[in-house]
């Protein structure tokens, strides 16, 4: 029972930095797909909770501490503004876990004043969407037999999966 609470927990660690990290290490560790999209939200939502209460005030501080004369028209400013103008408040979330981090995707959006709560049921509703999507497609490549050994490499360590006891040696030490 340690040992599932502590790998929900470095899941758990992961998610608050990297969305997809929640799918990939959730299907290593064996968990169902509940269970994948569980950690991977809650991580995301702990991140973007903590970023829009506590990034203004980082933000301030930043600035007065490390650019004290920030020049406002640069070229990541340029490439920020023309995400926001192409996608918006929904499109920046529904991006935010393809391309940008938690932390990315909830720094442009409160940087661009939308309120907190939009941010909230924005970022849960796209968390949802795209965990739920990226645990099935991963689930369901592991029902493909020549693909199960490579998708599961570090699961082949704890002898989880019966069919291992029918591979030659030589096979399960490419592996």
């Known amino acids: 029972m340690i040992e599932y609470i502590?790998?929900?927990?470095?899941?758990?660690?992961?998610?608050?930095?990297?969305?997809i990290a929640g799918p990939v290490l959730g299907t290593a560790a064996g968990f169902s797909i509940f269970e994948m999209v569980t950690v991977t939200v809650?991580?995301?939502?702990?991140?973007?909770?903590?970023?829009?209460?506590?990034g203004?005030?980082?933000?301030v501080r930043y600035?007065?501490?490390?650019n004290p004369q920030r020049k406002l028209f640069t070229k990541n400013n340029?490439?920020?503004?023309?995400?926001?103008?192409n996608f918006g408040a929904i499109g920046v979330a529904a991006i935010t876990p393809l391309i940008l981090t938690p932390i990315g995707g909830?720094?442009?959006?409160?940087?661009?004043?939308?309120k907190k709560k939009k941010i909230f049921i924005y970022m849960f509703a796209s968390s949802i969407l795209w965990a739920t999507f990226f645990s099935s497609c991963l689930d369901l490549l592991l029902q493909i037999p020549v693909l199960r050994p490579y998708l599961t490499q570090a699961a082949l360590h704890l002898g989880e999966f019966q069919y291992l006891e029918s591979i030659p040696a030589w096979q399960f030490a490419v592996l």
Request: with cysteine; hydrophobic share 50%; net charge positive.
């Open 6 to 19: 502590l790998t929900y927990l470095t899941i758990y660690f992961f998610c608050l930095f990297k969305f």
């Open 106 to 114: 909830t720094i442009i959006m409160n940087s661009f004043g939308i």
């Open 42 to 54: 809650a991580g995301m939502m702990s991140s973007v909770v903590g970023f829009t209460y506590l």
């Open 78 to 85: 340029r490439r920020i503004v023309k995400v926001w103008r």
């Open 56 to 59: 203004q005030r980082l933000r």
């Open 63 to 66: 600035q007065r501490i490390f």
